[in-house]
């Protein structure tokens, strides 16, 4: 067989173009791949954004102090991705990932406070201290978790999707998982259920080239994983997941083919994440130069810090300003969640049974 | 401000390391995730990045240093504008952790359960099989609540694998009884998601067999959310279909996971013998905010049973039953173990041994109060399951008597179960494999010391 095998280096990870699929009744719309951001959205996307990572960083920090306990998985580099989904959501859409989840948390609105408080074990955490990092939820915000099973959320997901349509709502799901995640047999069992039904689910495969320390190539037999939904005709698209305009543009398309009761879609997102999977990964299977070109090159807060100061939408002091902001917000919640208390000991055995 | 550099731990475990290398030195500016020095663990080599940014204002751990332990000042960084020198004498340090409190609390006694509802006398009495009981009872629940559907294998326009689901497509409509391709992990984890979106979902298993591909689902997501989650996220869901041996099906057809699910703090698991219970008890369990894991005997299915003919009959979750009172011996038993009990029961009379009989009902909770107030009157028990021995139900309820009524045993406690094997197909083999009467009569002889 001649044919070229598709592998990371033919794929336009970095670019400014969501490439989508062709096929009759596959085919994602040609829409601009790129949403024009006004102003204040540049400016509201850059502190989502810039929020995420500084908390991050701060959980980094708490974790090397021994505060945070565990696995701690950072999403540092793949902020754009749950930003610009966002930002293409209504009220009443539901939001559920694996336990990569913090950046996610602060997306839908959940507090940094209860995050981190969450995160170093404490009463004031999102889970009463106990759930950490892997396991948090907010009703009031819809979301579902925080999953620390690979895959398990996808039928969870799905099944959300599910009671959209069974209530009769035009809202959505965004159901999470990574590139390794997409190796398990639930999501193909998901896949299915949710075309045949119509569910509205959106399916974001965050691929950030590693699970573990499996790259893509030695874990996915064909590395594109937008075409996963394929023996189910689920409509893909390869996003920039780097570019929080590109996300927001694909984001709008999939939604709007989920409100209009055409079923699933599938969007993966071509990320990165620049720390090791979890606090304690050394990284030895990647290049230091293979970061180190991501976050140069990539870095989905330099794009918009830059659009932003060329256009003269916003000075240096203002954004020096509003990092200040952040860093006090960040600030604020790991000071709360060192001094919160831990959970008291009869919680052990509350919430349980209802 | 001067910030200290600590040591950092990298790993859960990790408790001190050796400082390989400084990638910096003093007077170097620094931003946020810069690698500044890198650091072994007996694990790995480590960088370590620099959280804020500033001027390196001192070296304070040589590199190479062995044995550094974790959260000791290793460098310390000038803000910006801030004085190197200055910020080299400064010393801060990490706010400490509040103490945990000491104590440790008790288990909680769990509430008492409720006794079965008072059947008004001259209620009528109607003959119902098993089968019947099971499909009343959800079609009652889902004629009161919207929220209620089923989902599963073949359950609506086949009218259910074993007829338990029949009519309910006609009545309840494609939206509340609904077919599924065949992938028990993927629509046991959509009803699961479904339950935590505020619906109610029964989600029939063509039988426990086939579980086993969605007990994660199962287990880690139904189960543990609500405690995951600090009390927000409750599940409510029933997961049910038959379980154990049926007839000749041989060892992958044929297992009783009642032990199984009984491990699982935070569920409830429910194996009815009576029709009468089978339908109380399943209202109950899709009226019950937690996930419910309710087994049942395909023989079962179709024998008959009286059920009182109430507008809304439920028997509380938790709550064993004693079918017959006694003085002599206590059996205990559940689901189809019923069937060997009450046989040997009778026959035990004959013999001038008069027993207790016990219907669990409810194997999680388990209603132990009811076993310690019988073995306290009889001193002796007999247990008896169709699950293996090992790590059974049996194995649980010898303990807590020995824990909690050792003084009052006049004998120990013996078990009936299936024998340690796979489930054999030849019809000789299984009569072999699974328990019965005559064992169940042995047993009560051995520990009532009449040979
Ligand atoms: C069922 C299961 N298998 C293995 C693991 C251990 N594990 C946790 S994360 C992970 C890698 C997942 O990678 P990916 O889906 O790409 O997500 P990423 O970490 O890159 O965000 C593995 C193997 C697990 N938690 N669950
Ligand atoms: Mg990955």
Redesign the pocket.
């Known amino acids: 067989m001649a044919t070229k095998p598709k592998t990371a280096a033919t794929r336009n990870q970095g670019g400014t173009h969501s490439r989508s699929r062709q096929s009759t009744s596959r085919t994602a719309k040609k829409t601009p791949a790129i949403a024009e951001f006004s102003k204040e959205q540049e400016l509201a996307a850059y502190r989502d954004m810039l929020l995420i990572r500084r908390f991050e960083e701060k959980a980094g920090q708490l974790y090397g102090m021994g505060l945070i306990g565990g ?1 701690c ?1 950072l999403y540092i580099g ?1 902020e754009a991705v749950v930003v610009g989904m966002q930002m293409a959501l209504k009220p009443g859409d539901q939001v559920i990932t ?3 989840d913090h950046g996610h948390m602060l997306a839908t609105g959940m507090e940094a406070k209860g995050v981190m408080a969450e995160l170093t074990g404490r009463r004031g955490g999102y889970s009463k201290g106990k759930g950490g990092s892997m396991h948090m939820f907010s009703k009031e915000k819809n979301f579902y978790g925080g999953h ?5 959320q996808v039928p969870l997901g799905t099944g959300l999707a599910f009671t959209n349509v069974y209530r009769g709502t035009d809202n959505v799901t965004l159901t999470y ?6 190796n ?1 047999g639930q999501v193909y069992e998901s896949f299915n259920m949710a075309k045949l039904w119509h569910l509205p689910v959106v399916y974001i495969i ?7 320390g ?1 790259s ?1 190539e030695r874990a996915s037999s064909n590395v594109d994983l937008s075409e996963r939904g394929a023996s189910f005709d689920i409509p893909g698209e390869q996003v920039n997941g780097m570019d929080v305009r590109a996300v927001k543009a694909a984001g709008d398309r999939a939604i709007a083919h989920c409100r209009a009761g055409k079923g699933p879609y599938i969007l993966e997102m071509l990320t990165y ?1 620049y720390r090791g ?2 606090m304690s990964d050394p990284a030895k299977y990647r290049s230091k130069e293979e970061v180190q070109k991501m976050r140069t090159e990539h870095d989905p807060i330099e794009q918009v810090r830059k659009r932003l100061l060329d256009k003269k939408w916003a000075g240096e002091d203002e954004l020096k300003s509003m990092d200040k902001d952040v860093r006090g917000l960040v600030g604020e919640a790991a000071e709360f969640a060192q001094t919160d208390p831990e959970p008291d000991p009869s919680e052990l055995w509350t919430d349980i049974l209802h | 401000m001067p910030t200290e550099i600590l040591m950092p731990a990298l790993s859960p475990t990790m408790e001190e390391g050796k400082l390989a290398k400084w990638l910096v030195k003093v007077g170097d500016e620094i931003s946020a995730g810069d690698v500044i020095a890198e650091i072994e663990t007996d694990k790995a080599t480590m960088e370590v990045e620099a959280v804020d940014e500033g001027t390196v204002a001192k070296i304070l751990i040589d590199e190479g240093t062995e044995g550094v332990k974790v959260n000791t000042a290793i460098a310390v960084i000038a803000g910006e504008g801030g004085d190197i020198s200055d910020a080299a004498e400064a010393a801060a340090s990490a706010p400490a952790a509040p103490e945990a409190a000491p104590s440790e609390p008790a288990a909680p006694k769990g509430p008492e359960p409720e006794d079965d509802p008072e059947v008004p006398e001259g209620t009528e009495m109607v003959s119902t099989t098993v089968r019947e009981a099971l499909r009343d009872a959800m079609a009652e629940e889902m004629r009161a609540d919207g929220d209620v559907f089923v989902i599963g294998e073949e359950v609506a326009e086949y009218q259910g694998a074993y007829k338990i689901t029949q009519g309910l497509l006609d009545e309840f409509g494609a939206k509340r009884v609904i077919d599924t391709p065949i992938t028990e992990h993927g629509f046991a984890g959509l009803g699961v998601g479904a339950a935590l979106g505020g619906l109610r979902p029964i989600v029939e298993f063509m039988t426990f067999n086939f579980a086993m591909q969605a007990i ?1 689902q199962i287990i880690n997501s139904a189960a543990k959310t609500l405690y995951m989650s600090g009390g927000q996220m409750g599940c409510p869901i029933v997961f049910r279909g038959p379980n154990g041996a049926a007839a000749r099906v041989a060892a992958q057809h044929s297992q009783d996971y009642s032990s199984w699910y009984a491990h699982v703090p935070g569920l409830t698991v429910v194996q009815p013998w009576s029709a009468a219970d089978a339908k109380g008890l399943l209202k109950s369990a899709v009226h019950s905010p937690n996930p419910v894991i309710f087994l049942e005997n395909e023989i079962l299915y179709g024998q008959h049973f009286d059920v009182p003919k109430l507008d809304d009959w439920t028997v509380p979750l938790g709550k064993a039953k004693v079918v017959k009172a006694g003085s002599d011996v206590t059996l205990v038993s559940f689901g189809i173990g019923m069937a060997y009990v009450t046989k040997a029961a009778e026959e035990l009379k004959g013999l001038g041994i008069d027993a207790e009989v016990i219907d669990l009902r409810t194997v999680r909770p388990l209603d132990i109060n009811t076993i310690l107030a019988s073995v306290k009157k009889t001193g002796r028990c007999v247990t008896v399951e169709e699950g293996w021995p090992t790590c059974s139900m049996s194995s649980e309820i010898g303990f807590q008597i020995m824990e909690k009524a050792f003084d009052y045993l006049d004998a120990p406690v013996a078990r009936v179960t299936s024998k340690d094997v796979p489930m054999p197909y030849a019809a000789n083999l299984e009569k072999l494999a699974l328990p019965s009467v005559a064992e169940v009569i042995e047993a009560a002889k051995a520990v009532t010391y009449t040979a």
């Open positions: 696995f998985h793949q694996g336990y990569r620390g099973i690979v895959g398990a998982f990574g590139d390794g995640a997409s398990q965050e691929n950030n080239k590693y699970g573990m499996t893509v994440r999977h979890s | 994660d």
